[in-house]
């Protein structure tokens, strides 16, 4: 899958293209459809639906906000995928309210446990949106990436804080209410009754170098995006990433 978007943020998604690539092409294949049902809940104005629509894929975008509805309807249209695409308004605590359970092969749960009141909960109603040998992708915030993020910015205090606390928050001012570690990701989705199919770091490197470094530096970009995806396959590195991202996917008809 060719990155669609700008070079900056192909950056920091690259890793999730990459995996959600061979994904896509997996589920293609064992079900014989070009085309596959995809749920993007939190998809927001669309950084995934669009592209995944451009592929000639079928995405239903559940977001609580109207603003990113209307955006993502905007850049639906411009991109020429308007009859793919279908924004709805709603949330992952009431998805079926808007959502076909069981309906969908692939399901996207992108920056969406963080903000829940019930993570678990989440996760089960994502993986109830799926069709037997369905396919769950899972970004959330990574704990390690926020703790040496405060640190390298000398921010010792708040970053033994984030440490520290259960939910990975830094103090009062964190605008990010939970992050996670690999392990609690990965029981999540395992508690679901998934089986993990990848884990990544991702961001380990890309928040951390200069922009200006990778915006001037010849060849800089695609050195880094390469370094990027050699090391968000390696455990000691999902540790550091700024964000987790877990694969599941269901055996059989999945637990509702």
Known sequence: MSDPMRPRAALRTAVVWEVLQDALERRV???GRQALDV???????GNFAVPLARLGH????VDPSPNALFALERRAAEAGVADRVRGVQGDAR???DVAERGGYDVVLCH??????????????NAVAALRPD??????AAGLGGAVLARALAGHFTEAKQALDD???RWGAGDPVPRRFTADRLTALVEGAGLT???????RVFADLVPGVLVDTEPGALDALLKLEAAAAELAAFHSVATQLHVLGETRGTPEV
């Open 29 to 31: 294949k064992a079900t």
């Open 39 to 45: 749920l993007d809940t939190g998809g927001g104005s």
């Open 58 to 61: 079928r995405v239903t975008v």
């Open 94 to 96: 009431g998805l079926f």
């Open 111 to 124: 920056g969406v446990l963080e903000y829940v009141d019930d993570p678990a909960e989440g996760v089960r």
């Open 134 to 139: 369905g396919v769950l992708s899972l970004l």
């Open 166 to 168: 259960p939910d990975g």
């Open 196 to 202: 993990v199919g990848a884990v990544h770091g991702v």
